[in-house]
């Protein structure tokens, strides 16, 4: 569906805004080609900073050391239409993570952290139809994200799974008018993470057994997913069910002339999952090959934070 869309892109926002520190930011570059024939090859390179950390010990709140933690994504992706209607895609991304690397937690020295990871997705959309004399289109599909090894960052072999999300999603097109100058689009996705972690047992050469917790397989976590899960909220036990799991959003977006935008959302995370509830608003520009979105994340939370994030894109069509 990217047919003759050439486009390349750089995203940056402030990243837990609320908390006023300058060296927390996302930055997130993106660039797409179409080849007749062949599909639409894309590349994308994301960075998220979170700043300088200080190192400390128990006895004192002196600074020992510092360093920086960082975290860094580069990939690239494929689409193709398979007919008039359905699209597929796939993404491959290699993900290197530097949290504390350099320090020793538990006598254990802590390591960047590499894994890679695959994205798949198909996406459908009807024909063009009309509803109460103005054209329309329904389009669905489905996103299965980050499908890779855990990531390890210390020395015992211990791994974190990667954050695999299955996600499905609707919209619905609708011009307003004849002409189609005045369009309006709804749409609604539901998420879930696929992610689970495993007892490892392992015999000390003293006969005692240590137990730890690693990532499940990327492949077995998928079809382990669908059922409870414990937590610890740093007093009590919580049981999290399937359906407390999932994640919500929804959106509405108004075009004019395909030049001007105005964008609102919604999205919803269960209290005992993630508990991030919010709002969105935003708005967009296009004149010739440039474009600007903006938005903005109001939440329902006071001193959340999330609240008050600003994301700023640049866009070139080429």
């Known amino acids: 569906f990217q047919k003759g869309s050439n486009q390349a892109s750089i995203t940056h926002s402030n990243w837990l805004?609320?908390?006023?520190?300058?060296?927390?930011?996302?930055?997130?570059?993106?660039?797409k080609y179409y080849i007749e024939g062949v599909g639409t090859i894309g590349a994308h390179l994301t960075y998220l900073n979170l700043g300088e950390q200080v190192v400390t010990d128990e006895t004192s709140p002196e600074p020992i050391s510092r360093f920086n933690s960082y975290e860094l994504a580069l990939g690239g992706s494929y689409g193709y239409q398979v007919s008039k209607n359905l699209g597929l895609g796939a993404s491959?991304?290699?993900?290197?993570?530097?949290?504390?690397?350099?320090?020793?937690?538990?006598?254990?020295?802590?390591n960047p952290g590499n894994s890679v990871a695959l994205d798949?997705?198909?996406?459908?959309?009807?024909?063009?139809?009309?509803?109460?004399?103005?054209?329309?289109?329904?389009?669905?599909?489905?996103n299965l994200s980050n499908i890779g090894p855990g990531i390890q960052y210390t020395d015992n072999a211990q791994k974190d799974p990667l954050p695999t999300v299955l996600r499905f999603g609707w919209s619905f097109d609708l011009d307003l008018d004849d002409d189609g100058i005045n369009r309006i689009t709804i749409a609604n996705?539901?998420?879930?993470?696929?992610?689970?972690?495993?007892p490892k047992f392992t015999t000390n050469p003293d006969g005692s057994?240590?137990?730890?917790?690693?990532?499940?397989g990327p492949i077995e976590s998928i079809f382990k997913s669908w059922d409870s899960f414990e937590r610890f909220d740093g007093q009590?036990?919580?049981?999290?069910?399937?359906?407390?799991?999932?994640?919500?959003?929804?959106?509405?977006?108004?075009w004019y002339?395909?030049?001007?935008?105005?964008?609102?959302?919604?999205?919803?995370?269960?209290?005992?999952?993630?508990?991030?509830?919010?709002?969105?608003?935003?708005?967009?520009?296009?004149?010739?090959?440039?474009?600007?979105?903006?938005?903005?994340?109001?939440?329902?939370?006071?001193?959340?934070?999330?609240?008050n994030t600003l994301r700023f894109s640049l866009l070139i069509d080429f």
Request: proline share 1%; net charge negative; charged share 20%.
């Open 17 to 31: 805004a609320n908390f006023n520190v300058s060296d927390l930011f996302y930055d997130y570059v993106v660039g």
């Open 209 to 216: 057994i240590d137990t730890a917790r690693v990532a499940a």
């Open 92 to 110: 491959l991304r290699l993900i290197y993570s530097s949290l504390a690397s350099g320090t020793s937690i538990a006598a254990q020295k802590v």
């Open 189 to 198: 996705d539901i998420s879930k993470i696929m992610a689970r972690t495993e």
């Open 257 to 307: 002339n395909n030049q001007f935008a105005l964008r609102g959302g919604y999205y919803y995370e269960d209290p005992q999952n993630g508990d991030r509830e919010y709002i969105t608003f935003g708005a967009g520009i296009r004149y010739n090959f440039l474009g600007v979105d903006f938005s903005y994340i109001k939440t329902l939370e006071q001193d959340h934070p999330l609240a």
């Open 236 to 254: 009590n036990t919580i049981e999290v069910g399937v359906l407390q799991q999932f994640m919500i959003g929804a959106g509405l977006e108004y």
């Open 120 to 142: 798949l997705s198909f996406l459908y959309k009807t024909d063009v139809f009309a509803l109460g004399g103005r054209d329309a289109r329904f389009s669905f599909g489905t």
